[in-house]
Nanobody, 122 residues
Framework: VQLVESGGGSVQAGGSLRLSCAVS????????VGWFRQAPGKGREGVAC???????YYGDSVKGRFTISSDKGENTIYLQMNNLKPEDTAVYYC?????????????????WGRGTQVTVSS
């Protein structure tokens, strides 16, 4: 299983970014997959999850601003982030086998990507 994130960067508050996660090695569309983030000195925070039936789940801090989607043909998961805030600054990771209720990845980093940095300035 391999997950590779891209699309991070630096933006001003109010800006947008779209993260991508290229997946290989397993049929991600058959399982819940998602995004979580980690800021310096803080724990993992679940951001969004999408299930095989297309249902989506979001953390309270990003609802209405972030959208998760997936493209089976491209083997890619996306996270569209709009109206970014300085508190969104973190390393963002995609993960396979996400728990949609707890909004957390399984505790095995073999099923996580290596992350992409998002920095939002005020």
């Amino acid at each position: 299983v391999q997950l590779v994130e891209s699309g991070g960067g630096s933006v001003q508050a109010g800006g947008s970014l779209r993260l991508s996660c290229a997946v290989s090695g397993f049929p991600f569309y058959d399982y819940p997959v998602g995004w979580f983030r980690q800021a310096p000195g803080k724990g993992r925070e679940g951001v969004a999850c999408i299930r095989s039936d297309g249902s989506t789940y979001y953390g309270d801090s990003v609802k209405g601003r972030f959208t998760i989607s997936s493209d089976k043909g491209e083997n890619t998961i996306y996270l569209q982030m709009n109206n970014l805030k300085p508190e969104d600054t973190a390393v963002y990771y995609c993960a396979a086998f996400f728990d949609p209720i707890a909004l957390q990845p399984i505790p095995d980093d073999n099923y996580w990507g290596r992350g992409t940095q998002v920095t939002v300035s005020s």
